[in-house]
């Protein structure tokens, strides 16, 4: 008896952390923002439709925005899932920020996202202000421009580029020819940027950067 009392490890008597525990631990920064998302959406949800229109319209990072100097709104536009229900949109995030963060760690993952959401964004915009500038008919200075996707086409986009070969053989062209159809069909500010964003993930695929953590880490004991 005292034997195996003796032989016993303090380890021994700890329970084993639930496997969503050990999963949210180890991609700590897929499931802060993910915590962030679900926490504006779910405040959002409980807002009249003026609050929201209210809330969407001073986070929308524009021509306007950026010419009175709040550049802030790039970073707070990337809080608001819009385009499609809330749920859809988190859980999106999810699947393609996890699977990075998995892949290639937390800086990498969060620099890819955050590549392709302010590089679609000031590339948008930029374009924008030259179409104002030129006085181009259909060019918007307090244009709607919020939410998640460009940030998220671009980690996609770039999953797929570091991916097997059918995935960058077939998935990457799929991708394209999908985020192309929808540019040619409605015209509209996010398209383009996500056609943007899509190029961006590519590029970030090629740097060395990345190709020096492509495979997910061996688990910790």
């Known amino acids: 008896m005292s034997d195996r009392l003796a032989t016993r490890t303090p380890t021994d008597t700890a ?17 802060a923002y993910v915590l962030l998302l679900t926490v504006t959406a779910s405040w959002l949800a409980g807002q009249g439709h003026a609050e ?10 524009n021509v306007h925005h950026m010419e009175v100097g709040k550049w802030w709104t ?7 899932v819009d385009g499609v229900p809330a749920w859809a949109g988190i859980a999106a995030v999810a699947a393609a920020l996890g699977l990075a963060e998995w892949r290639w760690g937390p800086a990498r993952a969060a620099a890819v996202f955050a ?5 679609a964004t000031l590339l948008t915009e930029g374009a924008m202000w030259v ?29 797929l580029a570091l991916g ?30 996500h056609l943007v964003a899509l190029g961006l993930g590519v590029l970030a ?14 688990a910790s004991p």
Do not use: E, K
């Open 52 to 61: 929201r229109a209210r809330f969407v319209r001073h986070n929308s990072s």
């Open 205 to 218: 695929s090629r740097t060395a950067w990345l190709h020096r953590r492509t495979s997910p880490a061996p």
């Open 74 to 80: 790039m970073f707070t536009s990337g809080l608001v």
């Open 15 to 31: 329970a084993p952390r639930h496997p969503a525990l050990r999963a949210a631990a180890r991609l700590r920064f897929t499931t």
């Open 131 to 159: 179409m104002l500038t030129v006085h181009i008919p259909g060019a918007l200075s307090h244009a709607r421009d919020v939410g998640i996707s460009y940030g998220l086409v671009a980690t996609g986009a770039c999953l």
């Open 115 to 119: 590549f392709g959401h302010l590089g």
């Open 164 to 193: 097997p070969v059918p995935l960058r053989r077939y998935g990457l062209p799929a991708l394209a020819l999908a985020l192309a159809t929808a540019w040619a069909v409605d015209q509209q500010l996010a398209d383009a940027g």
